[in-house]
């Protein structure tokens, strides 16, 4: 039989979730845990065929994987009728150097394509190109940003274009990698279309490990709860 853990916090529309979940996968056992070591070890135990955050905190539990896996970073997977890409870095300490997130890149790149999905990649900076010399941060976001285009173009065979700050062109244009300038923009992202505006979301995939782990916000809705175990499912299937 299948195991999923998953971590219960303060929402408990995690409990209901597991409900809905089993309805749909009454073979699959759902594991439920209450602390952060706790989760930790339900990733590295072999029996657990998959880990899902749930609304536990999530800042012990990546300082504890990362000292297993120093290198894991994460993207979170939106998928809905007229829309569907990976965002990342969303974890506000990730993505920090242009060599991190070209990293994340080819990561993403990996997933897609064992889905069957062919990447085409959107770089976002904190302004529009003509924004340069408006403050050193903006300016130093628009040439990171150039960089890291060059990059994913000299480092993959994969389409990729600078859509600098129009994020809103990078979706309705189809791209399925979103690639914010830093881990702090692409929460915010991430909060504005999921937890505000309810785009469905199936959680966050962490790459750099051999272990299925799929993070997830502890605001998250019942049903984006059940979508995040329907993946950390489907994903032991590949």
């Not at 299948?2 to 409900?19: D, F, L, M, S, Y």
């Not at 979940?21 to 602390?35: D, M, S």
């Not at 990996?110 to 403050?135: C, H, M, S």
């Amino acid at each position: 039989m299948k195991t999923i853990a998953i971590g219960v916090g303060e929402n408990e529309n995690i409990i209901q979730a597991c409900h809905i979940f089993k309805e749909k996968h009454p073979k699959t056992n759902l594991k439920l845990i209450y602390r952060d070591k706790d989760i930790v070890q339900a990733v590295l135990d072999d029996k657990i065929h998959g880990v899902v955050r749930g609304s536990l905190p999530a800042s012990n539990i990546m300082k504890e994987l990362k000292a297993v896996y120093p290198n894991i970073t994460r993207a979170t997977y939106v998928n809905g009728d007229e829309y569907e890409f990976l965002l990342t870095p969303v974890g506000i300490d990730e993505g920090e150097t242009v060599e991190d997130r070209l990293d994340i890149v080819k990561n993403c790149i990996d997933f897609l394509k064992r889905l069957g999905k062919t990447p085409k990649i959107a770089v976002l900076a904190e302004g529009r190109k003509d924004d340069f010399g408006r403050g050193p941060e903006v300016s130093q976001s628009i040439t990171d940003s150039e960089k890291l285009t060059e990059l994913i173009k000299e480092n993959t065979d994969e389409e990729v274009e600078n859509y600098y700050i129009l994020v809103e062109k990078a979706i309705k244009d189809g791209c399925n990698v979103i690639v914010a300038p830093n881990g702090r923009v692409g929460n915010i992202i991430f909060r504005t279309l999921v937890l505000l505006n309810s785009w469905p979301s199936y959680g966050a995939i962490t790459f750099g490990m051999d272990k299925i782990y799929i993070d997830t916000s502890r605001d998250q809705s019942i049903e984006g709860y059940v979508r995040s175990l329907t993946l950390a499912y489907e994903l032991d299937n590949f």
